[in-house]
């Protein structure tokens, strides 16, 4: 950034820190952040739930059987391929750490245009490389989440959790919507009418996502942070470049140096290893419709779909209250035994034929354990873990560190599903990861509830 611009946006910066904020601002922007969730949640999960639709339409498969080779042989296509294109996520973190020198207010506009673009290229591909492009985008900006970002820094800090898991438990309800759209808009007798399901959620996407630029201010930890780098002389930054080598930190963020400092601090470096063993565990949430489509009836599904977010949220929404009470450690411990819980009890129920009613609060209650215990290992644990000037490059490095864990789960369960029942390897798989996941955090991470966020160092969580 050249001298010019720096004035410029030290300028900017001093006129929004002079600003007053409405009364009622934190209630505004829940509300638009909470809006914001609501799409990346919908996002997160369409393709997923509408998964065996696509594939009958795109493959032409006219007997809409989930257990026949012809869908086993399209599932052997778009899975792989699906695997391989998270490759391209290496480049989120250096897109995410733009923030930590523009802002969160642009780049939270511009993640949730983002989603809604993705969402419609799916909604319009008619072959399969449409389908995998429309996907790749989708996966190129849900996992930067913004909004939790955007909370962290707005919120009082003893109610970070609370806020940050409030909006998410609504949103995770929300999903719900998939499967009333779903009872709208898909049909048996069309093949192609599962695209109608993504009208509502892309047109709403691309509103709020534009809105939001203009209802929400900046975030007052990233005004200060920047405003104090930007009035540092050049001697001044130099000296301070030199003490954060030294340090392994930096008031002046980026993909690189966000590298560094997680494997050089130690309380990031094993949040990285349980993390990543953690994220071998997340796969089967791409693979839960194709389960429910082979158990049970195309309507049977759709109530589940329903049903299965309010558990979820509910689930989500409690693990934010435990989270400040009980600390982010053993919550992941309730957290993780809940998903295993109830994964067990979603394969049952689709196995033992108890309906849809069953099978959705079982797999309501397993995810929400699963994806709580992720925002802790994946956002909230690392954010107040890094220096504020780091934070939003730290928070997308690890990240894409972090869900590379991914990986090993799928590739197991690509390979394995082709001799063993997909339920059933949900469960091979996943016990093992989760439980050494678990140990490795209780014993060798520190408990990070509570700390300011405006006065972490690289010290902050060193051994005494």
């Known amino acids: 950034m050249t001298k010019e611009k720096e004035a410029k946006q030290l300028a900017s910066l001093n006129a929004e820190a002079a600003r007053p904020k409405p009364l009622h601002y934190i209630a505004l922007a ?4 909470t809006v914001i969730y609501i799409v990346d949640e919908i996002t997160s999960n369409m393709n997923a739930a509408m998964q065996p639709y696509v594939l009958f339409d795109l493959f032409h498969i006219t007997s809409r059987n989930v257990n026949s080779p012809e869908y086993t042989a399209a599932f052997n296509v778009v899975a792989p391929i699906q695997v391989f294109s998270n490759l391209l996520l290496i480049i989120t973190p250096f897109y995410k750490a733009l923030s930590d020198k523009y802002g969160r207010r642009i780049f939270l506009m511009i993640n949730t245009v ?4 993705g969402m419609c290229i799916v909604m319009t591909a008619q072959n399969v490389v449409w389908y995998i492009l429309g996907m790749v985008f989708m996966m190129f900006f849900t996992p930067n989440d913004m909004q939790v970002l955007y909370i962290m820094e707005t919120a009082p800090k003893e109610k970070r959790a609370t806020y940050s898991f409030i909006a998410k438990g609504i949103a995770l309800v929300s999903v719900s919507l998939i499967g009333v759209f779903s009872r709208w808009f898909l049909h048996e007798e069309y093949v192609g009418s599962w695209r109608n399901v993504y009208l509502i959620p892309v047109i709403v996407a691309l509103v709020v996502g534009c809105a939001s630029y203009f209802m929400l201010r900046e975030t007052p930890v990233f005004v200060e942070q920047r405003r104090g780098w930007l009035t540092l002389s050049e001697e001044e930054r130099k000296k301070k470049d030199a003490e954060d080598k030294a340090a392994g930190t930096s008031e002046n963020g980026g993909v690189f140096k966000a590298i560094v400092f997680i494997f050089k601090n130690r309380q990031l470096r094993w949040i990285l290893i349980a993390g990543f063993i953690f994220f071998a565990t997340t796969f089967y949430t791409s693979y839960y419709a194709t389960v429910l489509e082979g158990a049970m009836s195309t309507d049977m599904v759709a109530t589940a779909l329903v049903i ?17 009470k009980l600390g ?6 309730i957290l993780g035994t809940m998903a295993l819980v109830g994964l067990l009890a979603f394969v049952l129920a689709c196995r033992l034929g108890w309906g849809p009613v069953a099978a959705g609060v079982a797999y309501g209650c397993s995810i929400g354990g699963l994806w709580s215990m992720s925002d802790t290992l994946i956002l909230t644990m690392p954010a107040e873990s890094t220096p504020s000037g780091m934070r939003s490059s730290v928070m997308g490095t690890i990240s894409v560190l972090i869900g590379a864990g ?6 197991i369960f690509i390979i394995g599903q082709n001799f063993i029942s997909m339920d059933v390897l949900f469960l091979v798989i996943c016990l093992p990861f989760m439980v050494l996941s678990l140990i490795i955090l209780l014993t060798k991470v520190k408990e990070t509830k509570d700390v300011d966020l405006d006065r972490i160092t690289a010290e902050t969580y060193a051994e005494k």
């Open 30 to 33: 829940m509300v638009v952040l």
């Open 114 to 117: 983002g989603m809604g673009l």
């Open 308 to 324: 299965y977010p309010f558990f979820n949220g509910l689930i989500t929404i409690l693990s934010g209250f435990f989270s400040d």
């Open 328 to 333: 982010r450690k053993k919550v992941c411990v």
């Open 406 to 411: 991914m990986f090993i789960g799928q590739i």
